[in-house]
């Protein structure tokens, strides 16, 4: 089967052309842990001013998170949730949450959003947040664990000297959790 479509518009696209397309993104998302373990190798090297680079810190939040006993889906939201900071910095969450959405739960997507926010009541004193937007975050059901999150996981997860697990300990939580079928969005 021909791989590659002849319209130069969508609105044109014979029903053949969309099958050619309908297979083509099947076989993206097929690949799509591949490219994160990628996007995660890209935060090697990069310390942003810590002692260790974005990759050691997603691997330490992730392994204190796998060794404190949580399920898989939490373990690769604590692996993913810094997975934006190279492309969106200033709001690396929504970005992180934006690709686990679709395969986690609700709760678990609302973490990975909000724990920048969160947590910068801690120490990112440059983050003006508005009083009534703090306090409308803590008035969500997943408030207790982000903070649960940040405290336990991630705020202290720039250790250098920490026994962290390689990533490879983590490729197939990663495959089976985006391996799944995919959640409804609203």
């Not at 009534?132 to 969500?140: A, D, I, S």
């Amino acid at each position: 089967m021909n791989k590659i479509v002849n319209f130069t518009r969508a609105d044109l696209a014979t029903e053949k052309e969309l099958k050619i397309i309908d297979n083509c993104f099947e076989e993206h998302i097929k690949c799509l842990t591949k490219r994160i373990i990628e996007a995660l190798l890209g935060l090697r090297g990069n310390q942003m001013g810590y002692r260790v680079d974005q990759l050691e810190h997603s691997l330490q939040t992730a392994t204190r998170a796998l060794r404190d006993g949580s399920d898989q889906e939490t373990i690769v939201c604590a692996l993913l949730h810094d997975i934006g900071e190279h492309l969106a910095p200033v709001n690396h969450g929504e970005l992180a949450a934006a690709i686990l959405r679709p395969y986690v739960s609700p709760e678990n997507a609302w973490i990975v959003q909000y724990h920048g926010i969160v947590q910068s009541d801690s120490y990112l004193h440059q983050l003006v947040l508005d009083g009534n937007e703090y306090k409308r975050l803590q008035e969500h059901p997943a408030f207790e664990q982000t903070i649960r999150f940040c405290h336990k996981w991630d705020q202290i997860s720039f250790d250098p000297n920490y026994d962290t697990l390689p990533l490879s300990v983590f490729v197939p939580m990663l495959e089976n959790v985006f391996s799944q079928k995919v959640k409804c969005l609203s």
